[in-house]
């Protein structure tokens, strides 16, 4: 999926529901710079960023993630999964691995965090699901609610989104994180 298809799925539910970009970006905390960015392909976007719009729009992030349909089965073999490449600002890229939150509220995930000497980000993110990693690969700080947690390979973590968090690399060998982002009710 590349970022002009990301956009526009954006922009057509935004429109479905009647509403401008200014609506859409004030209800989500961004500018509406950034959001126009994201409609027309010209950013690549966190996904904490992705699912607070998804969040406002009401569809799942794998619906905005992915244009695959709503399967019982899903079979996705690596050489057809589509690496969705972020830049280094964000800190990392995400491989979506499942198109099947809508029915179980699960979003599973791999996130490749960028090496340390490329590496930038520095300022955490938030959203509204929980979230579950296993670390596959690698080794992280987990940056969580102002506390610095070191987790290396097989070391695995469950937390609200909804506090500040950052996959931090330790090395310049970067990591992979499996991580499941789970719709909880309210």
Request: with cysteine; glycine share 6%.
């Amino acid at each position: 999926m590349d970022l002009n298809h990301i956009g526009k799925k954006i922009k057509e539910m935004r429109l479905r529901k009647k509403q401008t970009q200014q609506q859409i970006a004030d209800a989500c905390g961004i500018s509406k710079s950034l959001l126009s960015k994201i409609e027309n392909g010209q950013t690549a976007s966190a996904i904490a960023t992705l699912s607070k719009i998804s969040d406002v729009l009401e569809v799942p992030l794998s619906w905005v993630l992915d244009d695959k349909y709503e399967q019982d089965l899903v079979l996705l073999p690596k050489s057809r999964r589509e690496s969705k490449i972020g830049d280094e600002n964000m800190g990392y890229s995400y491989e979506l691995l499942a198109n099947r939150s809508q029915f179980s509220g699960l979003e599973p995930t791999i996130v490749h965090v960028t090496p340390k000497h490329t590496n930038l980000r520095e300022e955490s993110y938030t959203h509204s699901h929980d979230e579950f990693i296993y670390i596959l690969e690698g080794s992280i700080y987990l940056s969580y609610d102002g506390d610095k947690h070191y987790m290396e390979k097989g070391d695995s973590a469950y937390f609200q989104g909804s506090k500040p968090h950052l996959f931090i690399p330790v090395n310049d060998e970067g990591a992979q994180v499996l991580t499941l982002f789970i719709d909880t009710p309210v």
